[in-house]
């Protein structure tokens, strides 16, 4: 009896957890969501996780409220979420960095463990810009051309070393055979400031901000490290097309504490692919020259555990050296 009586005990606790848990998860969420963005607002990332937080916020009936951590090329936010409650409650809209970071610094927390994937939003390709100071780099012929013949005295700027903006152009140039300068800067704004002003000559960036400077004549759009033009831009050709074949994006994707339940991992997951699918986000994302992802937490997992392994054959190929 003694037994049996045991036996029922440990069956009806386990049916109390599960029906718990279930009955968690119908009800998620009940008060407000907090969106991390690890970036300073009003740049591409900011910009779509407010795209995206608002649609959850509808879908949910709860505010989603957008949080600024910047800092540490986002391991502030990041390192925020990852050791946050694993409730759902609090969201982390990641970028490509996080799967860089790992391999150049100690970090503060372990990616495997301690952060769960849930769901690509978004990718962008990286555009190659010049200043619209020097009339003799008005192609990327001429970009070329001249750094060929001028080995190292073209300067290109990014957000700072190491950055996924740096590597980029690093991979650029071996791919077109050229040799540039590198100026590091704190952040992207002040160096697209400083191509604007013609004190640097080159930079990759974004169809975000970049565009309204293509249109004014400031700042030239040379070619896109894409497969295929932007919509937005269709008279920018691509590397390819412009004989160096050589892709690279941006990207974003929800994440949320490592140990948070499958059943809030899945409710978030579905909601922002339901939010993806919404013709007005679609629509905003593709007019910012954002492409759409979407897809499971299996997926996105699988898709940043690629990234990851990519970086450490990028970063030996380059001779860096990683942690």
Not at 53 to 74: D, H, M, Y
Not at 194 to 212: F, Q, T
Not at 281 to 291: D, L, N, Q
Not at 299 to 323: C, N, P
């Amino acid at each position: 009896m003694n037994g049996w009586m045991r036996r029922f005990g440990t069956f009806a606790v386990a049916m109390f957890a599960l029906v718990a848990a279930t009955a968690a998860s119908a009800a998620f969420p009940d008060r407000p969501v907090k969106l991390v963005v690890p970036f300073a607002p009003g740049a591409t990332t900011d910009i779509l996780a407010r795209m995206l937080a608002e649609r959850l916020s509808a879908q949910w009936g709860q505010p989603v409220v957008v949080e600024n951590k910047a800092g540490a090329g986002s391991l502030l936010g990041a390192d925020f979420v990852a050791k946050s409650p694993a409730d759902g409650y609090t969201i982390l809209f990641g970028s490509e960095s996080l799967s860089l970071l790992p391999h150049l610094q100690d970090m503060p927390f372990d990616w495997r463990t301690d952060l769960k994937m849930v769901s690509q939003v978004g990718s962008l390709p990286i555009l190659l810009l010049t200043t619209g100071k020097r009339p003799d780099l008005s192609t990327f012929a001429d970009l070329v051309a001249f750094a060929k013949a001028n080995k190292g005295k073209l300067n290109y700027g990014t957000p700072g070393a190491a950055t996924v903006h740096h590597l980029t152009m690093e991979m650029f140039s071996r791919a077109a055979g050229i040799q540039m300068t590198h100026v590091p800067y704190k952040g992207a704004g002040p160096a697209l400031s400083d191509l604007i002003a013609g004190h640097i000559e080159v930079m990759p960036g974004a169809e975000p901000s970049a565009k309204s400077h293509i249109n004014a004549g400031t700042v030239k759009a040379l070619a896109v490290f894409a497969p295929q033009r932007l919509p937005g831009l269709p008279n920018v050709q691509t590397s390819r097309e412009a004989g160096v074949p050589f892709e690279m994006s941006f990207w974003w994707g929800v994440m949320v504490p490592g140990r948070t339940p499958p059943e809030i991992v899945n409710a978030i997951s579905a909601a922002t692919m339901s939010a993806i699918r919404d013709p007005d986000m679609r629509r905003k994302m593709s007019e910012a020259g954002v492409t759409p992802v979407g897809g499971t937490a299996d997926e996105f997992e699988a898709f940043f555990r690629g990234q990851f392994d990519g970086w450490a054959g990028v970063l030996q190929g380059l001779g860096l050296k990683a942690k």
